[in-house]
């Protein structure tokens, strides 16, 4: 009788663990939605040299823990709108599409 009972103990443990298993093999396999970069109301803003033409991104930036990075734009740099083909990351550098 204590068999039985120790075996049905035992089996109804393993069904748990394999449930389990199952159920974090499912979660792990689930993609993960990439957290989408604001680019548009990031404080960071696109600049043109007003000479020689290339671009250059100025502002503050928002970390989400620790101190914000600003940097400041030379008088001869150039307030330019931002698009979906060419706008400031959020490590400051101009990213084209």
């Known amino acids: 009788m204590k068999r039985k009972i120790k075996a049905i103990v035992i089996s109804i443990i393993i069904a748990i663990l394999i ?6 093999i499912i979660t792990i396999k689930e993609p993960q939605a990439p ?13 043109q ?14 970390p989400k823990s620790g101190p914000a990075l600003c940097i400041d734009p030379a008088p001869v740099m150039k307030l330019r709108d931002e698009t979906t083909e060419r706008y400031c990351g959020e490590e400051f550098e101009v990213i084209t599409n």
Do not use: V
């Open 19 to 24: 449930i389990l298993s199952i159920n974090a």
């Open 35 to 47: 957290e989408r970069y604001d680019w548009e109301n990031d404080g960071i803003f696109l600049m």
């Open 49 to 62: 040299h007003e000479t020689e033409g290339f671009y250059g991104c100025f502002g503050c930036n928002n």
